[in-house]
């Protein structure tokens, strides 16, 4: 997971100097960005599904191979349509690593579902924090495509050795959902046929691209925004000019809540832990809005809002799986992670209303749409999601007529 991230996360770095080399624009840039969440998210489904079906193992050295491939392509492309092509097929590597990895931690950990798949989200949302410096320096030093060929080639090959690591539960090596605390579970293993049909199911999906799409926008376009609001190179700590050194705090915190907030959801429930974490990033996107022109404010509201948007990446798969069972967790939660390539597709036009450098409509609608998704967790999802348990409950233990 760590060796995916970068494929998202280090994209901003690129950007500035794309634009300077060819001329276009950002929002034009932007959709190799919404190619690359597009494939990553999309496709996990089917690699869901060969996961499930096949193991884990296949499915990661082949994801590997593709996440190499990708950023090779990007290192010798000169024209838009390469850019998308490369980063298409990184996405394609992506979605095969952190599908299989999430979906295999769901399975693994059933009693501790919300931390384990918070420590296997981190690793994506954290674990480009590390290589923030190096991949500024090689772009300084040695041109973009360098860095894209390099950390490319680097990342694939690691991936390839980690996947023979992997292995998937076999039946009766973890216990059965017992139902006992803030965490209810269903028993009933829906068939992904019957997630897709399932009303609730599209309704965690609405919630997931009204979250996801302010954080991917923010993601996509930090540096464009730190250059526009003026505080990009000013010295901070240590002299670290504040677009690094947000950088590198806020994937530390995308990383560090994934964990955090899973295993408050373990403790409070994860309805409650949505209500308390997407009210977070409304206040936080909302004071962005007010003072993201001091550098000081830029960098410490930057990491809340990552801070507050990364516990998507553990809250919703959990809490699928405790809807609709694990034994087809990975292509079921495949499912739903296919709302993150939904919310990408906002990116482009998020940027696109910010070509003058004017954020604010862009930070309005993320508030309204992270508090909607706020009410929404508390006041419908959560007594909507016991109902449906209760009742798949209450029939499994009437006698057969």
Same mark, same amino acid.
């Given at each position: !997971?760590?060796?995916?991230?970068?494929? *998202?996360?280090?994209?901003?770095?690129?950007?500035?100097?794309?634009?300077?080399?060819f001329?276009?624009?950002?929002?034009?840039?932007?959709w190799?960005?919404?190619?690359?969440?597009?494939?990553?998210?999309?496709?996990?489904?089917?690699?869901?599904?060969?996961?499930?079906k096949?193991?884990?193992?296949?499915v990661?050295?082949?994801?590997?191979?593709?996440?190499g491939i990708g950023?090779?392509?990007?290192?010798?492309?000169?024209?838009?349509?390469?850019?998308?092509? =490369?980063?298409?097929?990184?996405?394609?590597?992506?979605? %095969?690593?952190?599908?299989?990895?999430? =979906?295999? %931690?769901?399975?693994?950990?059933?009693?501790? /579902?919300?931390?384990?798949?918070?420590? +296997? $989200? %981190?690793?994506?949302?954290?674990g480009?924090?590390?290589?923030?410096w190096?991949? *500024?320096?090689?772009?300084?030093?040695?041109?973009?495509?360098? %860095?894209?060929?390099?950390?490319?080639? &680097?990342?694939?090959?690691i991936i !390839?050795i980690?996947?023979?690591?992997?292995?998937?539960?076999?039946?009766? *090596?973890?216990?059965?959902?017992?139902?006992?605390?803030? @965490?209810?579970?269903?028993?009933? *293993?829906?068939l992904?046929?019957e997630?897709?049909?399932?009303? @609730?199911?599209?309704?965690m999906?609405? !919630?997931f691209?009204?979250?996801?799409? &302010?954080?991917?926008?923010?993601?996509?376009?930090?540096?464009?925004?730190a250059?526009?609001? =003026?505080?990009?190179?000013?010295?901070?700590?240590?002299?670290?000019?504040?677009?690094?050194?947000? $950088?590198?705090l806020?994937?530390?915190?995308?990383?560090?809540?994934?964990?955090?907030c899973?295993?408050?959801?373990?403790?409070i429930?994860?309805?409650?832990?949505?209500f @308390?974490?997407?009210?977070?990033?409304?206040?936080?996107?909302?004071?962005?809005?007010?003072?993201a022109g001091?550098?000081v404010?830029?960098?410490?509201?930057?990491?809340?809002v990552?801070?507050?948007?990364?516990?998507?990446?553990?809250l919703?798969?959990?809490?699928?799986?405790?809807?609709?069972?694990?034994?087809y967790?990975?292509?079921?939660?495949?499912?739903?992670?296919?709302?993150?390539? +939904?919310?990408?597709?906002?990116?482009?036009?998020g940027t696109?209303?910010a070509?003058?450098?004017?954020w604010?409509?862009?930070?309005? @609608? =993320?508030?309204?749409?992270? #508090?909607?998704?706020?009410?929404?967790?508390?006041?419908v999802l959560?007594?909507? /999601?016991?109902?449906?348990?209760?009742?798949?409950?209450?029939? #499994?233990?009437?006698p057969?007529?």
């Amino acid at each position: !997971m760590v060796m995916i991230a970068n494929l *998202q996360y280090g994209w901003t770095f690129f950007v500035p100097e794309i634009t300077k080399q060819f001329g276009w624009g950002r929002s034009e840039i932007q959709w190799a960005f919404t190619l690359f969440v597009l494939f990553e998210t999309w496709l996990v489904p089917i690699e869901g599904w060969f996961v499930d079906k096949y193991g884990p193992k296949i499915v990661i050295l082949f994801g590997g191979v593709l996440c190499g491939i990708g950023w090779v392509i990007n290192s010798y492309a000169d024209t838009m349509f390469l850019f998308c092509v =490369g980063q298409a097929v990184a996405g394609i590597g992506a979605g %095969a690593v952190y599908g299989t990895c999430v =979906g295999n %931690a769901l399975k693994w950990f059933p009693d501790r /579902r919300g931390l384990a798949a918070g420590i +296997t $989200a %981190a690793g994506f949302g954290a674990g480009s924090a590390l290589t923030v410096w190096p991949i *500024q320096a090689t772009i300084a030093n040695y041109g973009f495509q360098s %860095a894209f060929f390099s950390f490319g080639i &680097g990342q694939g090959i690691i991936i !390839m050795i980690l996947a023979f690591f992997l292995f998937a539960p076999k039946p009766g *090596q973890v216990p059965e959902p017992t139902n006992k605390g803030p @965490i209810i579970q269903s028993r009933k *293993q829906y068939l992904p046929s019957e997630v897709v049909k399932h009303p @609730i199911f599209w309704l965690m999906y609405i !919630m997931f691209v009204a979250v996801g799409a &302010g954080g991917l926008v923010v993601t996509a376009n930090l540096a464009p925004m730190a250059k526009d609001f =003026g505080v990009a190179d000013i010295p901070m700590w240590l002299g670290i000019p504040a677009l690094t050194l947000a $950088a590198t705090l806020d994937r530390l915190l995308n990383g560090v809540t994934r964990p955090f907030c899973g295993w408050v959801s373990d403790k409070i429930g994860r309805e409650n832990t949505m209500f @308390i974490a997407f009210g977070i990033e409304a206040i936080g996107i909302y004071l962005l809005y007010l003072y993201a022109g001091n550098p000081v404010m830029f960098v410490i509201l930057s990491g809340l809002v990552f801070f507050a948007w990364g516990e998507i990446y553990s809250l919703f798969p959990s809490t699928c799986t405790d809807t609709f069972g694990s034994k087809y967790a990975a292509t079921n939660a495949g499912l739903l992670y296919t709302a993150k390539g +939904t919310a990408a597709l906002l990116v482009p036009f998020g940027t696109a209303m910010a070509a003058d450098g004017n954020w604010n409509s862009v930070f309005i @609608i =993320g508030v309204v749409l992270n #508090a909607g998704a706020a009410l929404l967790a508390l006041f419908v999802l959560k007594p909507w /999601r016991a109902g449906i348990i209760r009742k798949t409950e209450e029939s #499994a233990l009437q006698p057969a007529q």
